[in-house]
């Protein structure tokens, strides 16, 4: 079997999950999320494989995967954290932080 078509048997692209990025196929766990577990966190493969239970060869071909369209992977995931950063700038308080900020306040 080629392995393009090992890779594609294990990921999965679908439009409304995730937001369409590359995922495991089956499970919500992002490509990305995988890589960062592994290269940012250092845990490995076959702990990431347990944890998710998830095959060994799943995980691999999430970062085959990965490192195959790191860039554009790597962009993508950094567009949509400032997203949320600015999302958190531009949000009122949540009640919880504006009781806190008060308690803070009073002291």
């Not at 995922?23 to 960062?36: D, F, P």
């Not at 998710?52 to 993508?76: C, F, G, K, T």
Request: proline share 7%; charged share 25%.
């Amino acid at each position: 079997m080629p392995i393009q078509s090992v890779i594609t048997e294990y990921i999965d692209i679908t439009p409304g999950v995730l937001g369409g990025k590359p995922r495991i196929a089956g499970h919500r766990i992002s490509v990305a999320h995988v890589a960062e577990m592994y290269l940012k966190m250092g845990i490995s493969i076959e702990e990431i494989a347990g944890k998710y239970n998830l095959p060994l060869a799943a995980v691999h071909a999430a970062m085959a995967y990965y490192y195959d369209r790191r860039e554009e992977i790597d962009r993508h995931t950094a567009e949509s954290r400032a997203k949320v950063e600015e999302l958190k700038r531009n949000s009122p308080p949540s009640p919880l932080q504006a009781k806190l900020k008060a308690i803070r306040d009073e002291q």
